[in-house]
């Protein structure tokens, strides 16, 4: 119990003093969850309106599939990007393994399939008459996209931020394609799960509260959007 | 010159039945309205005219245009037309960012949005609400930003599916009093489905009545309203008639 305490301690000293690596690794660890979120929100902002808005066959399936992708174990993704992008795979020539790009990509593939997946269920769950008015009020499909978007604002952006949730919380495809490299590819998730092995309890518990402070972040930002949106509503 | 022009349109919703065979022609400027029991397809009717969805089978003719067999030129005739909803949904933005929607789609400069948006709102009376959040409007005031949003676009064709159904007598009088004026002054083809016979009989230059997907009748109001005693016709318009008058008296 003391160790804990004492690693508790340590941690906030850590955090307080703004310590050198635990502030490298978790900036790292933002830029590429963001960067990774980012490049999934521009793709399934478009993609899921699109999917919406378009009937053909196999749409169901489709949305199945993409749903059964919710749960799709990280090490798996990181293993199919490890197979592509390792020197004797199809895009090895890239020299992307082991860099913070590569598991910006890897990210990526993670998070786009849940955040898809909630994206045409948040479309899916507006009133249809949004949609009709628009199109019926002169909107082409890409006006009325983007109002459906709006309109269901909340529920896009609670896609988004579950996106960022998976992506920065996962620790299997970090270490397939990032490597762990110290200053250059190691996140928080990584280092806590070295750290800890290592026996460095301080450390790790440090990383863990920032990580925790960023979930907090994240949810205090939704309650406020829900608390607007619902204030907007009254 | 023929505005709406529908030749043998059938819809179906799975093997039943929707609209059987429906052929009408509405002249520009003409106020044309559908009147029939609940249930008879005036909505799926005036839904297919607006494009938002498609017949089974059957011609449309709107402003010259094939519009079936032209779907690349649909988003341009939706463009010339405006169509409000039964219950119509405001966006979730103030009043006037509501009305002016359909402007920014057609990219009008932004001090003609807001001059036009604020001038049909007075039209309507709800120019004292162009700042309020349009999600906490009541059901008439919601479709009286409806009507404005749609007539904001100023439409060679506007397709209303019974505008005045939620609005108290006043209200559903100034909807009214501004409809005939638009119609009057622009020339507007109105289309206006209603289960308000006296309103109809106000509004119409020709009258419409559907009857379980059938058009069954389609003449000046004076042809329609004096039906032969035994005729399906008769016994919806007198029944209707009728219920009206004990509203009335009620």
Not at chain 1, 102 to 131: F, N, W, Y
Not at chain 2, 90 to 115: D, G, H, M
Not at chain 2, 145 to 169: G, K, S
């Amino acid at each position: 119990m003391s160790e804990l305490w004492q690693g508790i301690l340590r941690a906030l000293e850590l955090l307080v003093t703004f310590d050198p690596e635990v502030m490298a690794v978790t900036f790292r660890s933002l830029g590429i969850s963001v960067t990774a979120c980012t490049i999934s929100a521009l793709v399934c902002l478009p993609l899921g309106s699109l999917i919406h808005f378009t009937s053909f066959k196999g749409k169901h399936l489709l949305v199945s599939i993409i749903q059964t992708f919710y749960s799709l174990p990280t090490v798996l993704v990181g293993l199919l990007v490890f197979i592509l992008f390792s020197r004797a795979g199809p895009f090895g020539d890239l020299g992307l393994m082991f860099t913070p790009t590569l598991m910006v990509i890897g990210q990526a593939l993670l998070v786009i399939p849940l955040m898809l997946g909630l994206i045409i269920s948040a479309l899916a769950s507006l009133d249809k008459t949004v949609a009709d008015t628009a199109f019926s009020l002169g909107a082409s499909r890409f006006q009325a996209g983007i109002l459906a978007l709006k309109e269901a604002r909340y529920a896009v952006v609670t896609a988004v931020i579950m996106g960022f949730g998976r992506a920065i919380s996962e620790v299997g495809l970090a270490m397939m394609v990032g490597g762990n490299i110290r200053g250059f590819t190691r996140i928080l998730t990584t280092a806590i799960s070295l750290e800890t092995s290592k026996g460095d309890i301080e450390l790790s518990l440090a990383l863990g509260f920032i990580l925790l402070i960023i979930s907090l972040v994240i949810n205090v930002v939704l309650g406020r959007l829900q608390q607007v949106r619902s204030s907007a509503a009254h | 010159m023929l505005h709406i022009e529908a030749r043998n349109l059938v819809r179906r919703a799975g093997q039943v039945p929707l609209l059987q065979d429906i052929s009408l022609q509405v002249e520009s400027g003409d106020s044309f309205l559908l009147i029939g029991p609940t249930g008879a397809g005036k909505t799926t009717l005036l839904r297919i005219l607006g494009l938002l969805d498609k017949p089974v089978t059957g011609d449309l003719h709107i402003l010259g245009v094939d519009v079936i067999r032209s779907p690349d030129r649909q988003l341009e005739i939706r463009r010339r037309m405006a169509f409000v909803q039964q219950k119509p949904v405001a966006f979730s933005c103030s009043v006037l960012e509501n009305v002016a929607y359909p402007l920014r789609w057609r990219k009008v400069p932004k001090q003609e949005i807001k001059t036009r948006a604020l001038d049909i709102l007075e039209q309507v009376g709800m120019q004292d609400f162009a700042g309020r959040s349009a999600r906490t409007l009541s059901g008439g005031e919601t479709q009286r930003v409806a009507i404005a949003r749609a007539l904001v676009t100023r439409p060679e064709i506007l397709l209303l599916d019974e505008p005045t159904a939620n609005l108290d007598p006043n209200s559903a009088g100034k909807i009214e009093d501004v409809l005939a004026r638009v119609a009057r002054e622009r020339q507007t083809t109105l289309v206006m489905t209603t289960h308000d016979l006296a309103q109809a009989r106000r509004l119409a230059g020709t009258v419409g009545v559907l009857m379980a997907g059938k058009l069954v009748e389609c003449g000046p109001p004076e042809q329609v309203f004096n039906p032969q005693a035994d005729s399906p016709i008769a016994r919806f318009i007198g029944f209707k008639l009728a219920e009206q008058d004990f509203n009335r008296m009620v």
